[in-house]
């Protein structure tokens, strides 16, 4: 399953463990990422923390949580090369969660709901 | 948006639209900071063809004493800048910068002999305040700002074949010279210098006639539009400084580590010592050396240590000696790349600081600019 925030991230679910990663719209907007930052894996993260750090030639964006659980797997292969956030976002993932209320997801957005708030 | 409709377009501003510029309040104008190329690739093309950026909005100034007399206008100008401006040949250009009593920068500008007058080119953002303070100061000339006249840079190892398809005096010009050219028929003023490290021209021309020149020159297969994002990363790896990060009125010529641009002519012991405001302190530092400097910073690690980070002695962040000004990921550094201000016994190449970043403390190593090999045309 397929979820979506307005800060711009998405979840694919599987089971009670959420891969997290940034849309292509967020993507596009901060261009041509040239450094990633993951979390530790372990690290207990509440909704809205900062997860991740991703940066372009300009300026640094926060990566936030989108919601409870533990840090489970990192993808060190972003962190060797930024680019595959930019050539494939919605196929970069950035960690895993294993989430603390998995009824949580449930609230978030569905792919449709993310489109109309893009636009 | 109604702060909006207060900035200001520069002649350009149409050309900026119809490329899918992503415009951005810059100094007072709506100005790009980037196109759909993107910051990262517009850096690179520009080291490897030729970038034309629209630098309209900084203030291009004619200095003219009353007395019609070149001489008389460079003496009275050297009353302000630390800089030999006598000595400046005819179609000749210098770097330099207004003081003030305490020594500080009050903003860095390009001075140009145009024969019998003047060429003064400032930052946007203090351009008002520069032109009253050169018209209050330099009281037997005539200061004028030449409000419709476009700025154009173009930068970059194809830059001069790219100005070769419209004026053929591209090639004889070296370094700093600057010359009257014939651009689609428009008369204009080149300069053979820049902003980004690169061989490189920068070019007045009437703002009836940029967007006709602009285009011209991006008709040209090398030749691709750059924003304001790249401009800055371009400047940062070759070293030079941007006025309101790097310089201001808190920092003197020397502490900047621009005092190679203060002629000794200007110095203790030559034919025009002194003079200039903050004279006193300038010259000392010259003598005795500052307190502390700007110097060059490369990360150890990957990640990018932006303006504003604080600089320790130690990994522990417990004593804190300097700051960065400037700082992010240089494309053709292929890395993190950085300039800050150290005391003067840290300010030495090879020196490790340590620069606080998201509350980790990350080793940096004090290092030589350019952090690039510039290829300007001597």
Known sequence: ?119 | MNHQSALRRTPLYPLHVQLNGKLVPFAGYEMPVQYPLGVLKEHLHTRAGAGLFDVSHMGQVIVKAKSGVYADAALALEALVPIDILGLKAGRQRYGFFTNDEGGILDDLMITNRGDHLLVVVNAACKEVDLAYMQAQLTHCDVTLLEEQALIALQGPCAEAVLATLWDGASAMTFMDVRDADLCGAPCVVSRSGYSGEDGFEISVPAAKAEEVAQALLDHPECEAIGLGARDSLRLEAGLCLYGSDIDQSTTPVEASIEWAIQKSRRTGGAREGGFPGAQRILSELSNGASRRRVGLKPEGKAPVRAHAQLFADAEGQRLIGEVTSGGFGPSAEGPVAMGYLPAEHAVPGTQVFAEVRGKYLPMTVSSMPFITPTYKR
């Open chain 1, 1 to 119: 399953m397929l979820k979506f925030t307005a800060e711009h991230e998405w979840l694919k679910l599987d089971g009670d463990v959420a891969a997290v990663g940034i849309t292509q719209h967020a993507a596009d907007q901060l261009g041509d990422l040239v450094f990633v930052e993951l979390p530790e894996i372990g690290t207990e993260l509440a909704k809205g923390d900062n997860a991740a750090t991703v940066e372009s030639v300009k300026a640094a964006s926060d990566v936030y949580a989108p919601l409870d659980g533990e840090v489970t797997e990192v993808n060190q292969a972003l962190v060797d090369d930024p680019s595959l956030v930019n050539s494939d976002p919605q196929g970069a993932w950035f960690f895993k969660l294993k989430l603390k209320n998995r009824a949580d997801a449930d609230n978030l957005l569905d792919e449709a709901a993310y489109q109309d708030l893009i636009g």
